[in-house]
């Protein structure tokens, strides 16, 4: 153990640890502006700088370690000046209309800014404003980048996409594409992952709420609205309700307070997807197709996208199952329409994900559906959901559990656990089992597939199944990092595997790139557990059995891969070359 004084109090810490750390462990917060532990440690904006006493220059906190017979002041006179003027020049730099920015309120310069009560800005603006295209579902406001190079970071390092790089020297420089590379041309997953680590509003998705707000304000339209499991394990945090009070029930009541005509849960769509999917496995692996590689998932557009920019010749591997989310729109405008009497352009679709992704799979054509255009007509964010719940002044304790409507109101505890990593594979195993067997299996039998920790693993967990004495190789992988590693050791031929599924956001769709933001904190495996306890308690755990999408079948798709089936819930993966 090393001990040290800080603040005028004794402590003592393990080996190695920082002063900042040391600092958190025992109540005595330090702000910072760049670090992220273990991903973003280059005390690049000195807002963490302290006092050693017996040293004239002020040191960083992240990035110095404790030593023994240290004694520190992190308050100080010296330190409060250094700091001060060190958020001022960042700021000198810094787009500071605040009120239009999507960060307001929960951003980590205005914070501090505030906390040293700085009302006047002693420095000259030199703010540098760049071209960008806002049709892009990802936007990057170079007025408000503050230079922390932690998109950098978390895109090199996590993803392993190198999206973001700087250029420049000096005062000048700054963050952009790399390779001096349009945004649409770099190989952009759209994870959302730099967004949610971003400290400020230099990042963020599209807003579509406007686009949604329209939707709802025509009267020739019939708004159909589509909640993703993930979404109940967030939402709340934004809005003041506790995990077990934030139920989906409740945000389906603020949709149709907020005009929406028909609301659903997604959980019926995956629940749809593993059907299709589940099925198209076992066909595949019955028929000797995946000896080279496995079939992947393909619910996870920052997934397809990733695998048709780096591993193109894998491509085929991937299952040609819609996501939940674009079966839900090919439903929507098909089968429900008939049901209503209403015809497929009259039916507008919107999507609340926790995705950024999502809103390019919707606008992508390898999802156009021929008898509507678009499968889904507007995605918004778990974040974007939030906001429009406070333009509307819906006042959170005020909503009241309702159900979703008929006929696609039915999900099972399968369905929902597509949210976090593991739940896609556990839910089709289920499925798969039965098929081959006739007969359900036990429904936690396949909980092999769970992640034990956030990142547990590199993000991989493994599993050798037997089903009816037929070995089935499983692999479950969150995080594009992750997921090249473990690509890579395919490739060479360290493993192998007969299924494989990956999500793009480290955890799942519960770390998902439109979800709450909280600044330094990685909740994706606390959500996790909310969507495990809820495939718990369901009634039906099995997406076989769930009886709106047995009547699905009987009365409009026949079967599973049937030829309809293939028309609305099937799509071809093609990868776009590109000429540099």
């Given at each position: 153990?090393?001990?040290?004084?800080?603040?005028?109090?004794?402590?003592?810490?393990?080996?190695?640890?920082?002063?900042?750390?040391?600092?958190?462990?025992?109540?005595?917060?330090?702000?910072?502006?760049?670090?992220?532990?273990?991903?973003?440690?280059?005390?690049?904006?000195?807002?963490?700088?302290?006092?050693?006493?017996?040293?004239?220059?002020?040191?960083?906190?992240?990035?110095?370690?404790?030593?023994?017979?240290?004694?520190?002041?992190?308050?100080?006179?010296?330190?409060?000046?250094?700091?001060?003027?060190?958020?001022?020049?960042?700021?000198?730099?810094?787009?500071?209309?605040?009120?239009?920015?999507?960060?307001?309120?929960?951003?980590?310069?205005?914070?501090?800014?505030?906390?040293?009560?700085?009302?006047?800005?002693?420095?000259?603006?030199?703010?540098?404003?760049?071209?960008?295209?806002?049709?892009?579902?990802?936007?990057?406001?170079?007025?408000?980048?503050?230079?922390?190079?932690?998109?950098?970071?978390?895109?090199?390092?996590?993803?392993?996409?190198?999206?973001?790089?700087?250029?420049?020297?000096?005062?000048?420089?700054?963050?952009?594409?790399?390779?001096?590379?349009?945004?649409?041309?770099?190989?952009?997953?759209?994870?959302?992952?730099?967004?949610?680590?971003?400290?400020?509003?230099?990042?963020?998705?599209?807003?579509?709420?406007?686009?949604?707000?329209?939707?709802?304000?025509?009267?020739?339209?019939?708004?159909?609205?589509?909640?993703?499991?993930?979404?109940?394990?967030?939402?709340?945090?934004?809005?003041?309700?506790?995990?077990?009070?934030?139920?989906?029930?409740?945000?389906?009541?603020?949709?149709?307070?907020?005009?929406?005509?028909?609301?659903?849960?997604?959980?019926?769509?995956?629940?749809?997807?593993?059907?299709?999917?589940?099925?198209?496995?076992?066909?595949?692996?019955?028929?000797?197709?995946?000896?080279?590689?496995?079939?992947?998932?393909?619910?996870?557009?920052?997934?397809?996208?990733?695998i048709k920019s780096q591993y193109p010749h894998l491509v085929r591997y991937l299952s040609t199952a819609k996501s939940p989310q674009q079966m839900f729109g090919a439903v929507m405008k098909t089968y429900f329409a008939e049901k209503i009497g209403k015809k497929p352009e009259e039916i507008y679709t919107v999507s609340v994900m926790p995705c950024v992704a999502k809103k390019a799979e919707r606008e992508q054509e390898l999802f156009y559906e021929e008898y509507a255009g678009h499968d889904?007509?507007?995605?918004?964010?778990?974040?974007?959901?939030?906001?429009?719940?406070?333009?509307?002044?819906?006042?959170?304790?005020?909503?009241?559990?309702?159900?979703?409507?008929?006929?696609?109101?039915?999900?099972?505890?399968?369905?929902v656990i597509f949210g976090v990593t593991g739940g896609v594979m556990e839910a089709a195993l289920r499925t798969a089992y039965a098929i081959i067997t006739g007969e359900n299996p036990d429904a936690d039998a396949f909980k092999a597939v769970r992640s034990p920790g956030f990142n547990a693993n590199d993000g991989v967990a493994e599993a050798e199944l037997t089903i009816n004495g037929i070995k089935v190789r499983t692999a479950v992988v969150s995080g594009l990092g992750n997921t090249r590693?473990?690509?890579?050791?395919?490739?060479?031929?360290?493993?192998?595997?007969?299924?494989?599924?990956?999500?793009?956001?480290?955890?799942?769709?519960?770390?998902?790139?439109?979800?709450?933001?909280?600044?330094?904190?990685?909740?994706?495996?606390?959500?996790?557990?909310?969507?495990?306890?809820?495939?718990?308690?369901?009634?039906?755990?099995?997406?076989?059995?769930?009886?709106?999408?047995?009547?699905?079948?009987?009365?409009?798709?026949?079967?599973?891969?049937?030829?309809?089936?293939?028309?609305?819930?099937?799509?071809?993966?093609?990868?776009?070359?590109?000429?540099?």
């Open positions: 153990m090393v001990n040290l004084t800080i603040d005028g109090k004794r402590i003592s810490v393990e080996e190695n640890t920082t002063i900042m750390e040391a600092a958190r462990q025992n109540g005595i917060p330090i702000p910072s502006l760049c670090f992220l532990k273990g991903i973003n440690e280059i005390a690049a904006c000195r807002v963490c700088v302290v006092e050693l006493q017996g040293k004239e220059r002020l040191i960083t906190s992240c990035n110095n370690v404790a030593e023994e017979g240290m004694v520190i002041f992190t308050n100080s006179p010296k330190v409060r000046k250094d700091r001060r003027t060190n958020v001022e020049l960042i700021l000198s730099q810094h787009d500071c209309q605040c009120v239009t920015c999507a960060r307001s309120g929960n951003c980590s310069l205005q914070k501090v800014a505030n906390d040293l009560n700085i009302i006047d800005l002693p420095y000259r603006q030199e703010i540098d404003r760049r071209e960008w295209n806002k049709d892009f579902p990802l936007i990057r406001d170079s007025a408000k980048c503050i230079k922390c190079m932690r998109c950098i970071q978390i895109c090199d390092k996590v993803q392993k996409l190198s999206v973001w790089d700087v250029e420049g020297t000096g005062s000048r420089t700054t963050v952009n594409v790399s390779g001096h590379m349009n945004i649409e041309d770099a190989p952009c997953s759209l994870c959302g992952q730099c967004i949610t680590h971003c400290p400020v509003g230099a990042l963020r998705e599209r807003d579509d709420t406007e686009k949604v707000w329209d939707a709802l304000a025509d009267e020739k339209k019939t708004v159909v609205v589509q909640v993703a499991p993930a979404v109940r394990t967030s939402w709340g945090e934004q809005t003041g309700l506790a995990p077990e009070d934030a139920t989906i029930g409740k945000i389906m009541d603020a949709l149709k307070r907020m005009g929406a005509d028909y609301v659903f849960d997604t959980v019926f769509s995956a629940d749809l997807t593993i059907m299709e999917e589940a099925n198209e496995f076992v066909q595949r692996f019955t028929s000797g197709e995946l000896k080279a590689y496995p079939m992947f998932t393909s619910c996870c557009p920052g997934w397809v996208r990733f889904v007509d507007a995605v918004i964010t778990t974040r974007e959901l939030v906001k429009m719940m406070r333009s509307a002044h819906i006042s959170p304790d005020t909503l009241k559990d309702i159900p979703g409507d008929s006929p696609m109101q039915e999900g099972t505890g399968a369905g590693t473990l690509l890579d050791r395919m490739e060479k031929g360290e493993v192998q595997y007969d299924f494989v599924e990956v999500m793009a956001c480290p955890g799942g769709c519960v770390g998902g790139g439109g979800q709450p933001i909280h600044d330094g904190q990685e909740l994706a495996f606390e959500r996790g557990k909310q969507l495990y306890r809820l495939d718990r308690d369901y009634k039906v755990r099995f997406s076989h059995e769930n009886p709106d999408i047995l009547k699905l079948y009987d009365e409009y798709m026949g079967q599973p891969m049937s030829h309809k089936a293939h028309m609305l819930l099937h799509t071809e993966h093609e990868c776009e070359v590109k000429s540099l």
